[in-house]
Every structure is written in C-alpha cells, then in structure tokens.
C-alpha cells in the first residue's frame, strides 16, 4: 500500500506546474484529490488561473528604453585628447609598430640569410691583389691573398647593399621604435 503525502504539501509552484499541464501523472493525481478536499487550495489555483489569464491578455507593449546604463548616464565622459598627439590612437599606433616590425623582420631575415649566403648578395667588387709586381708563379703571395680576402670580406656590402654597421645600427632603430610604439598604444588605450 502506498501512503500519499498530506495535502498541504502542496505549493504554489506545484499549483502553477498542475496549471500549465507539467505534472506528472501521480503529482496530477495528487492535486486533484488535495482539489477536491481543500476549497483554499481550490481558491489559490482559481487565483494563479485567473492571473494567467490576464497576463495573456495583456497587451505586449515595447520599453521605452534601454534599461542599460551608458556613461553619459553615469555623468563620466571620455577626455577628447589635445595638442600635437590628438592623431594618435592605439590603433594607429598598433598599426605603426606592425609596418615597422614587419621591416625590422625583413631586415633581419635578409641580413641573415646574406650572411649564411642562402641569398644572393650583392655582387662584390672584383678587388684585384696587388701582388708587387710578382706573378702568382713567382713566390708565395698567400699572405697577400688572404689579407685582402679578409679586407674585401669586411668591406663588402651586406642585405641592401648597406654595410653591416649601417644595417645592425637600423635594426637596432627599429626595435626600438616597434617597442616605444606598443609602449605608447598600450597607455593610450589605459588613458580615461
């Protein structure tokens, strides 16, 4: 034998669920018997009907507004920035530290791969040995040759046709500049 639990047991949320039809077929024959023998809890499922009722009557109307907040609501508004540096933004200043950081990569990969020699570099001037009037059959003008191998080695021009002081002083500069351009991005989008 089974024991139902007491009628008033019965809550509004088991009421509202009995009146939109997602009970289950026991919870359903529970409320009835509890229906049948209790008019307050008749009289609170009359109350929840008629209430139901209504609100689908309503008329939907749309909000007046939107209920969120903006800052001008809060009474804070952004500072228009001024002066010399007005132009510049964050991304601006993103978009700067790109281009320069994509020549600093182009610098570095043909700095490198001139070095390695896995691209061509620019042709270097034939430097021509000045043995002192002796052929190569005449002597030993090794020492020579090697000395002015290194020269010329030294000399020769690197990735663009610039020295290597020149291209590693421009490499450097554009280090630099990618790091104070993020610098100067990330504390202008930090700014109020």
Known sequence: MTTHPPHNTIDD???SSFLD???TPDERRRVEAALAA???LAGSLASLRYTKTLLA???RLPAPRPFTLNEAMLGRTRQQRRGWLAWLQPAY???AAAL???MLLVLVLGDVGTRTELLPGPQAAQVQVELGGLAPDQGDPTAIIAKASTEAAAAAPGFLGLPPGVLLA???GLAVLVVLLMAGA???SRAP
Request: charged share 15%; aromatic share 4%; net charge negative.
């Open 13 to 15: 949320d088991l009421l």
């Open 21 to 23: 039809g997602q009970v």
């Open 38 to 40: 209790d008019a307050g």
């Open 57 to 59: 009557e309503a008329p």
């Open 93 to 95: 200043l993103r978009g």
């Open 100 to 102: 320069a950081a994509v």
């Open 170 to 172: 421009v490499q450097i």
């Open 186 to 188: 990330w504390q202008l």
